[in-house]
């Protein structure tokens, strides 16, 4: 079992949807991350939360919206994806600078 | 510019074969952390070491080894006596110096080894 949680496992929305991907740590860490991975390919870096406030965009679409209610919570809220969007999305969270990222399990998202 | 170089896509071995892992990178700091990462097919990654560049002690934990050489600027992961447990994809990746005034670094990912290991 990982320590950071991600909800839920699989997801299949329509290009016309809003849908919302859910992580959680209780780790106590400081900075939390999304990245998208597109099949036999290294994870891309999409978003940085430190101290709960976004420090790191990395030019994503606004198609992808993200949001950290607290410092245990990261949301990723979804609206008018794209086919090319279907990939695993990924969460993790650190102590900080320079130190291990733990990852969750991830969300497998497909767009119809 | 950072950059992880992973030059094995693909690696297969039978059980028990010790198997090693390459990763070279390029980085103009000089102080900069090392990282390997494993994905199983379920899909997380699993962190399995971090080693700072002033550090150049090579590490053993069970069957896993690495072994950091600053002169050709490697990081290699060596398995020995290979399970098929240990099927999976293996990242090496490298973070910079974080920006003045941020309490981050990046992770800069290579593109990752497939390993698959036969019974």
């Known amino acids: 079992d990982t320590e950071v949680t991600q909800t839920p496992k699989h997801l299949v929305m329509g290009m016309t949807n809003k849908k919302s991907l859910k992580c959680e740590q209780h780790m106590g860490h400081r900075a939390m991350y999304w990245y998208k991975q597109k099949a036999k390919k290294p994870p891309e870096l999409m978003f940085v939360y430190s101290y709960e406030k976004l420090s790191i965009n990395e030019s994503v679409p606004s198609r992808f919206s993200p949001e950290c209610p607290n410092s245990s919570l990261l949301n990723l809220h979804l609206h008018a994806l794209q086919p090319e969007d279907s990939a695993l999305y990924l969460c993790a969270s650190s102590q900080g600078r320079n130190q291990p990222q733990h990852f969750g399990d991830g969300t497998r998202l497909s767009i119809l | 510019a950072q950059k992880v170089t992973q030059a094995q896509t693909e690696i297969s071995v039978v059980e028990k074969e010790d198997v090693t892992l390459d990763c070279v990178y390029e980085?103009?700091?000089?102080?900069?952390?090392l990282f390997w990462y494993k994905q199983p097919p379920s899909g997380e990654l699993v962190f399995l070491i971090r080693?700072?560049?002033?550090?150049?002690q090579n590490e053993i934990s069970g069957r896993y080894s690495w072994n950091f050489q600053k002169s050709t600027s490697s990081f290699n992961f060596t398995i020995t006596a290979s399970q098929v447990v240990d099927s999976a994809v293996y990242f090496c990746?490298?973070?910079?110096?974080?920006?003045?005034?941020?309490?981050?670094?990046?992770?800069?990912f290579g593109r990752g080894t497939q390993l698959t290991v036969w019974p």
């Open positions: 080693r700072n560049s002033f550090d150049e």
């Open positions: 980085t103009r700091d000089t102080t900069y952390y």
């Open positions: 990746a490298l973070s910079d110096r974080p920006d003045r005034g941020s309490t981050l670094g990046r992770l800069y």
